[in-house]
């Protein structure tokens, strides 16, 4: 049974709603129109931003990002600052390794988001208030009635270290890794049966956005967030050193045969390396793989005897930026769950 404060949390989050508004270009469990995703065809992809930039693969979605010697820099001065880019292409299946500094700064938020058409999602996230912890998080076709998915890990102060965080995305699990040791396991049947497993093409998005700017977000957002942002504080900077890609499925496209945004329904156009353990789409089990879940974790905060804070999501931090409306949603924030 949800608690009325919970409920009351709920009320003022759909309330707060269209403030917050999930994108797709297209959504193809919706729309028969959408084109096709671009693939990556070759089997891994590097940069290192720290000595170079490539903006053939990766485009600006908001504000400016700039290429220094200590990486990519996602800067906050201001309101309404949320410089964002993402790739160009999509991957289906893979390995995704990013290597950060994350920003300080009560309420602002750093990101690394997988996200898919259909909106599903794989997320990192790091609130400026707290160098001492990273969110994990997952979303399947933009379902966010969930309030449970988000785990927080510590780190050994994500703000002036660079750390290695590296997700494995496969059809049957996915594995978060920090600096090597991997935190957490989602299996593809402890997903609801994997309706809400990601398992349709997604880019990489990196981005910056202040959840805690009470005139732009709602009352839960800020809260989540880590409290009020207070811009005289900054500028609050992410750093990028390093992003390395390893692609279990390379092809030039991939399309939605059909609705179901099952990934059985996804057709690689030109494959060009297919790999049957990583990415072979018609074999589906969703049974235990090599994850032997650690996936026990540290949930969020304070345990009281009865009550279990968790933390409930929505879909995409990143996307909250992002114009185009397809499902209207707000961001995670705390809320008290009686199980
Ligand atoms: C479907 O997508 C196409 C292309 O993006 C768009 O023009 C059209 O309005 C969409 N239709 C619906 C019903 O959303
Ligand atoms: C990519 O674009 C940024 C500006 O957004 C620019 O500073 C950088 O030099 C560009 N990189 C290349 C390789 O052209
Ligand atoms: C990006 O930087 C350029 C040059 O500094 C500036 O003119 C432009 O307004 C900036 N764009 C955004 C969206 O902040
Ligand atoms: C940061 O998060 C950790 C882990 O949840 C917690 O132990 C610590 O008290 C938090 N620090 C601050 C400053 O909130
Ligand atoms: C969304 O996920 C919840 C559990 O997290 C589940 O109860 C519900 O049936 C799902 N909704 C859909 C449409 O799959
Ligand atoms: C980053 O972590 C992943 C996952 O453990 C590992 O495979 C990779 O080698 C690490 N990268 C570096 C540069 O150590
Ligand atoms: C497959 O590759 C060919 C040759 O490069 C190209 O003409 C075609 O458009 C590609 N098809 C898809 C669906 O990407
Ligand atoms: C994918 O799995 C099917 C069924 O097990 C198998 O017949 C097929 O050869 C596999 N394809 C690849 C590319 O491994
Ligand atoms: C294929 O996928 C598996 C993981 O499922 C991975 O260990 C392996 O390295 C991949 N092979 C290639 C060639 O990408």
Not at 211 to 221: I, L, P, Q, Y
Not at 298 to 315: I, L, P, R
Request: aromatic share 10%; with cysteine.
């Amino acid at each position: 049974m949800l608690s009325l404060k919970l409920k009351a949390i709920l009320c003022l989050t759909l309330a707060s709603s269209t403030l917050a508004q999930t994108s797709s270009p297209c959504n193809p469990t919706t729309n028969t129109t959408c084109s096709a995703d671009s693939g990556l065809s070759a089997s891994t992809y590097s940069i290192d931003f720290t000595s170079s930039s490539d903006n053939n693969t990766w485009t600006t979605t908001a504000g400016n990002v700039s290429y220094t010697s200590s990486g990519a820099e996602f800067k906050i001065t201001k309101r309404g600052d949320s410089p964002t880019i993402q790739t160009s292409w999509y991957l289906f299946f893979g390995v995704i390794e990013v290597h950060l500094r994350a920003a300080p700064g009560t309420g602002i938020v750093s990101s690394v988001v997988l996200e898919s058409d259909d909106l599903d999602e794989i997320d990192w996230e790091f609130l400026g208030g707290n160098s001492s912890k990273v969110e994990t998080n997952y979303f399947g076709k933009g379902n966010t009635t969930s309030y449970d998915r988000a785990v927080y890990y510590g780190v050994d102060d994500a703000q002036s270290t660079s750390h290695n965080y590296t997700v494995e995305w496969t059809k049957e699990y996915t594995t978060w890794y920090v600096d090597g040791s991997a935190k957490r396991t989602l299996n593809y049947a402890d997903a609801l049966l994997g309706k809400n497993y990601p398992q349709t093409p997604m880019r990489l998005k990196l981005g910056i956005w202040a959840g805690g700017d009470s005139e732009e977000n709602s009352a839960g957002t800020v809260e989540w967030a880590g409290g009020e942002t207070d811009y005289s504080d900054g500028p609050f900077t992410m750093y990028v050193e390093r992003v390395k890609v390893t692609n279990y499925n390379p092809g030039g496209s991939y399309s939605y045969r059909d609705q179901t945004g099952d990934l059985s329904s996804i057709e690689v156009s030109n494959a060009t390396d297919a790999n049957s353990t990583g990415g072979n789409v018609s074999e589906v089990t969703g049974t235990t793989a090599l994850a032997t879940g650690t996936a026990a974790a540290e949930t969020s905060t304070g345990t009281a005897a009865a009550e279990k804070t968790v933390t409930t999501g929505a879909a995409s931090l990143l996307s909250l930026q992002a114009s185009s409306v397809v499902l209207s949603m707000l961001v995670i924030l705390p809320v008290i769950f009686v199980a």
